[in-house]
């Protein structure tokens, strides 16, 4: 009996001290043992299963929210105050048993290697007890630059990646051992071993742009916008063989919201700003320099002309043109023209209320003489 009090439940149970648990306990121990299974002389021996009224979920059960595996993590525990004492607390290692709610104030996840998770009597208590109930499984965020406990007990490697975090000269290409200090998640480093290394050099900028997007997303715990920019990149490079106006619609929200939350609030934005002006500069280099070769193309959507059968492979790149350049319809660059080509003081004037941006007045501005050449 005393072996099974000691795993109760598969060590997941332990028994309360509330007055109820008291007298239930009183029945099932009762010390007038039976000689025989039938022996009801002294005892009901049925009451002796009534320390399972006794028992109650405490364990708390750490796990990896990243990648799904149970972790170490450090816990404090605060008591409440009470005539015998006051402001006491200790510190462990969860997995562990937590004493009863009854007598807690507060339970800190701390530590370095993972974010905190605080709970409070009075705030988020109800959370604890349900997460108690329910297998006691308590997700927990682990920080960029630090491995759990079990691949990394003496923090060894949480050092190394602290000198990679403070060198940003050597992350053009990130060797997946070097990852490894940064984080344990599988995805991560298969990434790093399949596109961060390559001995091409006609591949040497892919490599190093990939490497850069890692370092980031890693250094900056936002692994999960890894797969955002890399279809952003994609998007950008097929852009001269399978432009779609979708995706490019899509990037330019990207850039307008950017713009819009700016510095907002002093946080840090989820895409890196150098990112964002170098997506935005890698399309208006390839919308420029289709822009040079179809002139003819522009000048006929201007005059609201049929498009010849030759341009229809242009037709995808035009409307990618169009949208990324916010170009006004033919009906409203006639109407511009009324009076002549107008110049750049008058055509902000008359673009005003449209919000446009110099470079996109300047456009409509070739465009327009081209016109009226």
């Known amino acids: 009996m005393a072996l099974g009090l000691l795993y109760l439940g598969g060590g997941r149970y332990t028994l309360s001290t509330k007055p109820e648990a008291v007298a239930a306990m009183l029945c099932a121990f009762f010390p007038m043992f039976p000689n025989h299974s039938n022996d009801n002389r002294f005892h009901l021996q049925a009451f002796r299963h009534l320390y399972v009224l006794a028992a109650e979920p405490r364990i708390l059960l750490p796990r990896n929210v990243d990648t ?13 105050d009470t005539l015998a004492y006051k402001g006491k607390s200790f510190e462990t290692m969860a997995p562990c048993m937590l004493p009863e709610l009854d007598q807690l104030e507060k339970v ?17 208590w109800d959370k604890l ?12 965020k682990q920080r960029a630059g630090h491995l759990s406990y079990a691949k990394d007990p003496k923090g060894y490697k949480s050092l190394l990646a602290k000198s990679l975090t403070s060198d ?15 984080s344990s998640d599988r995805r991560v480093l298969s990434f790093a071993e399949h596109f961060c290394s390559s001995a091409n050099d006609q591949e040497y900028d892919l490599v190093s742009l990939l490497s850069s997007i890692l370092y980031e997303c890693v250094t900056q715990e936002k692994t999960n916008i890894l797969a955002t920019l890399t279809e952003i990149d994609k998007v950008i490079r097929g852009l001269r ?28 934005q989820l895409i890196n700003r150098e990112f964002l002006v170098s997506m935005k500069n890698r399309v208006e280099v390839v919308l420029d320099e289709w822009q040079k070769g179809s002139s003819s193309l522009l000048v006929n959507y201007a005059k609201d002309e049929k498009l010849a059968a030759r341009h229809c ?35 902000c004037t008359q673009l005003q209320q449209k919000r446009l ?17």
């Open 129 to 140: 007890k349900s997460i108690l109930d329910n297998s006691g499984t308590l997700y927990v």
């Open 313 to 347: 492979g242009s037709h995808q790149l035009l409307s990618a043109f169009l949208n990324w350049y916010d170009i006004p319809s033919p009906a409203c660059l006639a109407q511009m023209c009324l009076q002549g080509t107008p110049s750049f003081p008058v055509l």
């Open 357 to 373: 941006s110099a470079g996109t007045i300047l456009k409509i501005m070739t465009l327009l003489q081209a016109v009226g050449s």
């Open 168 to 182: 940003e000269s050597g992350h053009k290409q990130l060797k997946p051992e070097a990852i490894k200090s940064f």
């Open 68 to 80: 799904g595996i149970r972790c170490y993590v450090p816990v404090e525990i605060y008591f409440k």
């Open 241 to 268: 063989h399978t432009p779609l106006s979708v995706d490019l619609w899509q990037m330019k929200i990207i850039w307008v919201y950017y713009q819009s939350v700016k510095e907002c609030h002093g946080k840090k």
């Open 108 to 124: 800190l996840i701390k530590g370095p290697r993972y974010w905190p998770v605080k709970f409070t009597l009075g705030k988020n």
